[in-house]
């Protein structure tokens, strides 16, 4: 159907509408009048919606966005149509302030009588008809809040009696704040004053940070040691093959132009080295140990096929060997690259145990 309106000016465009406490009738009209600008009306409070429409506010929609949905924006019917008005009399609308006035208001036909505050009883009185509420002297059945300081009183045993909710001073201050009506149960004169209001809202912060690091939070100090753990692992794994990548693609190149360190004579007098330290280490721990359960050092294996075969490699361990000290066992047997590499792993249990282990001879391919 032609409805002769130019909707590539549509001014709800990318709106997703949704109604509360509306009569089907009206909800309908609503819908189509949003349809019509642009905007998408759904039945049920989805994960998109932007805006909702609220006849009352003593509803599970309204109470979720109130706690849980600080992006949308809780609106008068009459705001889709002020806007429709505005858009079919070619008028360019205000979007920002067609909000700001068709906002719901905090205390919307809320009628609220206050206790036991003489002293802060003219402004309560104001912060309660200054924000869409109705503020009463005398407690009738049509209330719809208290008030109260102290559980105790006429008004408060009256209210009891009549089913009226009874909160704590903190609900109208808490309210006002979030712009919405938070969950009385929250507010009860049962709890401490410390208490009340705790999580009534999702108060979101926007981080400063651009990385996208998390804050500490101290409801997850409980698991804080067993995160801390697999990160600090996550990053030593993540060093480990980085200080082997760095080897392998780039930081022995440098040390080669100042030190030479490949060539023929270099690599005797590396393995000479390690093999003296392997034999310094072995004496050090051997004099702490029982004199009966001497350390075994093995001799160094033969230079036979195992080690032609490794001289025929082009990797750049090919025909080294490597003493390793201070790694666990698990950790020297993770494959680190597939080079080529006898490597003396040299395992020592504690000092105040009586026996120790052989050195391992493991070869990496």
């Known amino acids: 159907m032609d409805t002769g309106l130019n909707r590539d000016q549509a001014p709800m465009d990318g709106m997703v509408l949704c109604c509360t406490s509306i009569s089907p009738e ?3 009209d609503l819908a189509n009048m949003a349809a019509q600008m642009g905007a998408i009306h759904k039945f049920d409070l989805t994960s998109d919606v932007t805006h909702l429409i609220v006849g009352d506010t003593d509803t599970p929609k309204y109470k979720f966005v109130a706690k849980e949905r600080p992006d949308v924006k809780c609106l008068l019917p009459a705001w889709v149509e002020a806007l429709r008005d505005l858009w079919t009399a070619d008028v360019e609308p205000d979007m920002q302030e067609l909000e700001t006035r068709y906002r719901l208001p905090t205390l919307h036909n809320l009628r609220i009588c206050v206790t036991g505050f003489e002293d802060s009883m003219i402004k309560l009185e104001d912060d309660v008809n200054n924000n869409g509420g109705e503020y009463r002297g005398n407690l009738t059945k049509d209330v719809t809040h ?10 408060h045993k009256y209210a009891i009696d009549w ?3 009874i909160v704590g001073v903190e609900w109208l201050e808490q309210s006002l704040e979030r712009g919405l009506i938070l969950d009385e149960q929250l507010y009860s004169l049962a709890l401490p004053p410390a208490d009340r209001g705790r999580n009534a809202w999702i108060r979101r912060v926007v981080s400063s940070s651009s990385l996208g690091k998390r804050s500490f939070d101290g409801d997850l100090a409980p698991n804080g040691p067993r995160k801390l753990r697999r ?13 082997w990548t760095d080897i392998v693609n780039g930081d022995v190149k440098k040390e080669e132009q ?25 004496e050090r721990f051997d004099s702490h140990a029982n004199s009966s359960t001497p350390i075994v ?26 003493c390793l000290h201070g790694f666990n066992e698990k950790k020297l047997q993770r494959p680190l690259q597939k080079t080529s590499i006898f490597l003396y792993l040299t395992t020592f249990l504690p000092i105040q145990y009586p026996r120790y282990r052989q050195t391992d001879i493991v070869r990496l391919l």
Do not use: C, Y
């Open 258 to 282: 100042k030190h030479n360190q490949w060539s023929e004579e270099a690599l005797k007098d590396e393995s000479s080295r390690a093999t003296k330290a392997a034999g310094t280490l072995t």
């Open 231 to 243: 990160t600090a692992s996550a990053k030593l794994n993540s060093q480990n093959v980085g200080f």
């Open 26 to 28: 009206k909800r309908t």
């Open 297 to 322: 050092t093995p001799a160094a294996p033969p230079f036979g096929a195992p080690h032609a075969r490794l001289l025929d490699k082009t990797g750049i361990f090919a025909g080294r060997r490597i």
């Open 163 to 165: 089913k009226i909710k």
């Open 146 to 155: 208290l008030i109260a300081k102290e559980p105790s009183g006429a008004k």
